[in-house]
């Protein structure tokens, strides 16, 4: 296992200090949209209810901000940052981009151990349920967290190290918009085909394939929100 796939997959230290465990679980109810695009975020309301120092979350809530997470304002405090159409084009555009690069880079550079690692994360997420057991309009977390494996893994023979830190933070920044497409799935897509298009093509070495399969796949969810109306 490549010490990026190890990584993704490493659960939370218990000697992680209490700002890095606010930060998490803040970061996980952003992304999951738990918490509302566009709500106000109230410091000494999410102190009492997390139990740690409002000093705590503001430092977790900055260094979200500085992840574009979440939108800081002047003498206002922190709000989660509101969904736009544009914003939304904006960022499956970029994200389509750097992917492209980062996939030829790792068929490029892959080799069979990473490959026994996209099988392993491609067999992992087409076994997790996709739907939250308790509400099935919401994506379980382990699915979640399953889908952010295998799209990182497929990538995780890049060695150009730039872009991969720009492909995190824009698989971030698409992660809220992707949440929010989940109720209004039309019923007949078939993620699961869509994945394994990807993975055999990445696997097969067809790197323009590959990437007109991923463009497929990150365009279907964007124009599932575009045509909800719910993007402004």
């Known amino acids: 296992m490549s010490p990026r796939t190890a990584a993704l997959l490493r659960p939370l230290s218990p000697s992680a200090s209490l700002t890095e465990g606010a930060y998490d679980r803040l970061r996980a109810d952003l992304l999951s949209c738990r918490l509302a695009p566009g709500a106000k975020l109230k410091i000494a309301d999410i102190a009492a209810e997390t139990g740690v120092s409002g000093g705590v979350i503001r430092e977790a809530l900055s260094r979200l901000a500085a992840e574009g997470l979440v939108a800081m304002e002047a003498q206002k405090g922190f709000r989660v940052p509101p969904i736009a159409a544009a914003d939304l084009r904006a960022i499956t555009e970029a994200r389509i981009e750097i992917e492209a690069s980062c996939l030829r880079l790792a068929i490029a550079r892959g080799d069979v151990a990473w490959e026994s690692e996209i099988l392993a994360a491609y067999h992992r997420l087409s076994r997790v349920p996709e739907r939250a057991p308790d509400d099935a309009k919401r994506l379980s977390d382990d699915y979640a967290d399953a889908h952010t494996t295998f799209h990182a893994v497929l990538v995780a023979a890049c060695d150009n190290h730039w872009l991969l830190k720009t492909r995190d933070f824009l698989f971030a920044q698409s992660e809220r918009y992707r949440r929010l497409s989940v109720p209004m799935q039309n019923p007949i897509r078939d993620l699961d085909a869509e994945h394994r298009a990807i993975m055999q093509a990445v696997l097969d070495r067809r790197a323009d394939d590959a ?4 463009r497929a796949h990150l365009t279907a969810t964007m124009t ?8 402004n």
């Open 211 to 214: 990437v007109e399969a991923t």
């Open 224 to 231: 599932i929100l575009l045509v909800s109306g719910l993007c």
